[in-house]
């Protein structure tokens, strides 16, 4: 058994990871980082580009993002949230790619029109509704709304293909959303890594313990499952970015922050288009509404992706009950989470949760028939032998104690950080990639208070990301100038050409 010391460990090799890494090394070069993965390929579980949606979650189409008050108001302050997050992200790509740290854009982002569509009077009314709450805000002011149905067929032509004449619909549109590949977006960063002294990337190990010393650092040890060989690894921070496998980790380290919490894990499926003509009609992510009791990453979409450079159509995804907290993972993932500290949570939350016990059972019990079916809503002429089922990634719901000490269940993320500011770990799913690198600052300041406090750190924060310390949900100019940099220098304008304007 060998023994290593670094500065930073980071544990799983996705998008969480991979930015956190790439952003302490623009910080201090100097750092000495490992970052170990369980597989012997990088990005492959919750990262891969056909086990999330690849969509540049802006909240311009999500429908869940904006829910209905029982006063009939629409709650925008999510999509907000979530919106100005994801500006961070995109700032933050454009300094890379203007560095040379990232690839041309187009391999890894790329320009799809975000809309929402809608069908049937109450569905219809919300839509209007949640339109005039967001567009009224600098932040939407861009979007879209018709119920024309000759504007509807040139926004989606193939969703409107064979639509009965007379039916109440409705659709929004922001023209320039986005389609990210995080695979490719994450194995960029790490070959970005690896050009850089002092990192070293460990694939086909497994994290099997941990123990903090008495210095703070934490001995984590590893296991090269090549040669059933055992080292450790001496760390002053550590970050638990693993997806579904973050958990039964977090539960691991002892911490007392992690007391309480639990998962839920939820499967997924995709239809994905065999017919090349089809793909071709259509061009954007229409998101319709969730069913009832469906989690966030069952909303239905249908959804151009860019994939290694072809056009790909799928739809979904559809939901699923598993053990699994990875798709490569143990069917007995969810029976080892279960701890004396999370027993009361959890069951609180399987007993209070029917309708999502219900919708996963309904999913469940589908057949490739039935889910052309659903699919019949957004494209009424679709037929079953023009697309084929593929499996999507495993996410885990986040379950923790709520103010009266019994259980709820989130459908969000959430960062759970040491009181030490040594060791910190991500879980939960929706938004998930497309808010990592809000996500990661978020942990930067928290975990590394005294260098954000120097004016190096300060500057080059600013520098990666020039809105930061400020509120661009408060903002409007600086906001718009932030937009034109951003979507000129990742190509997502489509009126504009690539040039990059510099922002101060």
Not at 3 to 23: F, Q
Not at 274 to 291: F, L, M
Not at 306 to 311: E, H, M, P, S, T
Request: charge should be negative; proline fraction near 5%.
């Amino acid at each position: 058994m060998t023994t290593k010391s670094v500065d930073v460990l980071l544990v799983g090799a996705g998008a969480m990871s991979t930015a956190l890494g790439v952003m302490l090394k623009q910080l201090d070069p100097s750092l000495k980082i490992s970052m170990v993965e369980r597989l012997d390929e990088i990005a492959v579980e919750s990262t891969d580009c056909m086990n999330n949606a690849g969509t540049g979650h802006a909240a311009y189409c999500e429908l869940n993002y904006t829910p209905e008050m029982d006063d009939g108001s629409i709650n925008c302050s999510k999509a907000f949230a979530i919106n100005a997050s994801f500006e961070v992200s995109l700032q933050f790509w454009s300094y890379l790619v203007q560095q040379n740290a990232l690839p041309e854009p187009s391999q890894f982002i790329n320009s799809v029109p975000h809309q929402s569509f809608v069908w049937g009077d109450k569905n219809v009314e919300f839509l209007r509704k949640r339109y005039a709450a967001l567009s009224a805000h600098h932040q939407f002011d861009v979007m879209e709304y018709s119920e024309d149905p000759e504007v509807l067929k040139e926004w989606m032509p193939l969703v409107m293909e064979g639509r009965k004449e007379g039916e109440k619909i409705a659709a929004t549109r922001v023209r320039y959303g986005s389609d990210v590949n995080f695979g490719a977006l994450a194995r960029s960063m790490v070959k970005n890594l690896q050009d850089q002294s002092d990192f070293e990337l460990l694939l086909n190990h497994d994290v099997k313990d941990f123990y903090q010393n008495k210095d703070k650092t934490w001995a984590v040890t590893i296991r090269n499952k090549e040669n059933n060989a055992f080292d450790v690894i001496n760390s002053r921070f550590v970050f638990l970015g693993a997806g579904g496998g973050a958990l039964p980790l977090l539960q691991k380290t002892g911490i007392p922050e992690a007391d309480g919490y639990g998962g839920f894990p939820v499967s997924g499926q995709w239809l994905v288009c065999k017919n090349q003509a089809i793909v071709e009609q259509h061009g954007a992510k229409v998101y319709g509404a969730a069913p009832i009791g469906a989690p966030p990453m069952s909303v239905p979409h249908l959804d151009t992706r860019i994939i290694d450079g072809k056009k790909s159509l799928l739809f979904g995804p559809f939901a699923g009950f598993t053990t699994k907290f990875l798709k490569n993972g143990s069917f007995f993932d969810l029976i080892s989470s279960m701890k004396f500290n999370n027993l009361k949570p959890m069951l609180y939350v399987g007993a209070t949760n029917m309708d999502l016990t219900r919708y996963l059972i309904s999913e469940v019990m589908q057949t490739h028939g039935s889910r052309v079916m659903s699919l019949s809503n957004f494209i009424p002429e679709a037929k079953e032998n023009d697309w084929e089922i593929s499996h999507a990634g495993q996410r885990v719901q986040i379950i923790k104690k709520d103010e009266d000490g019994k259980g709820k269940l989130e459908f969000g993320t959430e960062v759970i950080t040491a009181a030490d500011g040594t060791l910190a770990a991500l879980l939960g799913a929706s938004p998930g990639a497309s808010t990592s690198v809000s996500a990661m600052l978020n942990i930067v300041e928290t975990c590394f208070k005294e260098k954000m406090a120097t004016p190096e750190w300060q500057a080059k924060i600013k520098e990666m990301i020039p809105s930061y310390g400020h509120d661009l949900t408060q903002d409007p100019e600086r906001l718009k100038t932030i937009r034109e940099y951003t979507l000129s220098t990742l190509g997502l304008d489509p009126e504009k050409n690539s040039s990059s304007p510099q922002v101060a």
